[in-house]
T-cell receptor
Framework: QKEVEQNSGPLSVPEGAIASLNCTYS??????FFWYRQYSGKSPELIMS????GDKEDGRFTAQLNKASQYVSLLIRDSQPSDSATYLC???????????FGAGTRLAVHP | EAGVTQFPSHSVIEKGQTVTLRCDPI?????LYWYRRVMGKEIKFLLH????????ESGMPNNRFLAERTGGTYSTLKVQPAELEDSGVYFC?????????????FGQGTRLTVV
């Protein structure tokens, strides 16, 4: 079992729709959870962090965390073609400041 | 504010040669990380500095890799001698800890190709 599981995609959504990206992790001790966006050939860009169970909203992005289920998700509302990228889920490892990355989900938003 | 900068952006070297990658973190960030992504694989942790001290180097592949962080500022990652399987993109990230949480910001990466 991988430490961080993400559906590789591609996840294809029409412009204006909600994109839902899911992630499960194996380390029950993880405390901090991050979503990074990575455009092709570029470096990961931090877009969301979440530390407590529940929802956290930032603009068009909402992160959801359920530690009991070891599940974290990212919702992107009103998806735009510029949102097309790979989204990386990264919980910390062992509750320490070391991130473990999933393979990422490729999102394609089509006009 | 300047972000994390890495040098060089690309490096092509022959097997057996030595390469040194450099990372300048965001000013004031005590935490500095090295990660690596090889073709088709996940980004993998290599090591973590807090200021000048190695906090965790459990991800370093072998003793051909040596990381330093002089005076708690910039960091270098040396590969000596390089092997074909060392090819990949090496990312540096820096972060500032608030409470128990640290958000890490990535540099643009160094693409290393060993031929």
């Amino acid at each position: 079992q991988k430490e961080v599981e993400q559906n590789s995609g591609p996840l294809s959504v029409p412009e204006g729709a909600i994109a839902s990206l899911n992630c499960t992790y194996s380390d029950r001790v993880s405390q901090s959870f991050f979503w990074y966006r990575q455009y092709s050939g570029k470096s990961p860009e931090l877009i969301m962090s979440i530390y407590s169970n529940g929802d956290k909203e930032d603009g068009r992005f909402t992160a959801q965390l359920n530690k009991a289920s070891q599940y974290v998700s990212l919702l992107i509302r009103d998806s735009q073609p510029s949102d097309s990228a790979t989204y990386l889920c990264a919980p910390d490892s062992g509750g320490y400041n070391k991130l473990i990355f999933g393979a990422g989900t490729r999102l394609a938003v089509h006009p | 504010e300047a972000g994390v900068t890495q040098f060089p952006s690309h490096s092509v070297i022959e097997k057996g040669q030595t390469v040194t990658l450099r990372c300048d973190p965001i000013s004031g960030h005590d935490n500095l990380y090295w990660y690596r992504r090889v073709m088709g694989k996940e980004i993998k942790f290599l090591l973590h500095f807090v200021k000048e001290s190695k906090q965790d180097e459990s991800g370093m592949p072998n003793n051909r890799f040596l990381a330093e962080r002089t005076g708690g500022t910039y960091s270098t990652l040396k590969v000596q001698p390089a092997e074909l399987e060392d090819s990949g993109v090496y990312f540096c990230a820096s972060g500032h800890t608030v409470g128990q949480n640290t958000e890490a910001f990535f540099g643009q990466g160094t693409r290393l190709t060993v031929v």
